[in-house]
């Protein structure tokens, strides 16, 4: 399968909720976005994309995209820190009653996952790992690509192909007026 980008997210603004502020130096230089603060704690937020929002409250639009359940994306960060890779990305799902339903934690800078059933929501959590200094580029989510396969097959109107009915029609079937035609 081949994979192709379905969203790539930059660092736009500084908005209240969706960045770590306390004692936080941050810098945005050549569409990169530079994060410096030695006292950060490990395992706190740096920066928060939600796929859900109260605009209403806070006047900020969903940043991700909507996901289809039961479908397999990869996520790829594009980003450094200082010590070296000390930073990781966690996903967390939630269903309509704003349970979680799912979540990933990834280690490395990309990583795949499969989008749970229930899903109404969700949020992507870059976190600290004791780093320091950190370096934001961009976050990339791609999924399948779907190739549909090519028919040569010609329908006359008002007509279906016995190989074209969805087995929901088994009912009805004998009903409907089909003409087999050969698929070349």
Not at 39 to 54: C, D, E, H, M, Y
Not at 76 to 105: C, D, K, S, T, W
Request: glycine residues 6%.
């Amino acid at each position: 399968m081949t994979k192709e980008l379905l969203v790539s997210l930059d660092w736009r603004e500084i908005s209240n909720g969706t960045n770590y502020m306390y004692g936080t130096k941050i810098n945005f230089q050549d569409g990169k976005v530079l994060m410096d603060n030695p006292q950060i704690a490990p395992g706190k937020p740096l920066r928060t994309f939600v796929s859900r929002t109260n605009y209403q409250g806070n006047r900020r639009s969903p940043e991700l995209p909507l996901l289809i359940p039961k479908r397999d994306y990869y996520l790829e960060v594009v980003a450094e820190a200082e010590p070296l890779q000390h930073f990781f990305v966690e996903m967390i799902f939630y269903n309509r009653h704003n349970e979680i339903v799912g979540n990933f934690i990834f280690r490395e800078s990309y990583g795949e996952f499969t989008c749970p059933e229930e899903i109404y929501t969700y949020t992507i959590i870059l976190r600290t790992a004791g780093c320091t200094y950190f370096v934001f580029e961009c976050l990339n989510i791609y999924q399948d690509k779907v190739q549909m396969p090519l028919r040569s097959e010609k329908k006359e109107s008002g007509s279906y192909t016995t190989t074209g009915l969805l087995p929901e029609l088994d009912l009805i079937r004998p009903l409907l007026n089909t003409t087999i035609k050969k698929v070349q």
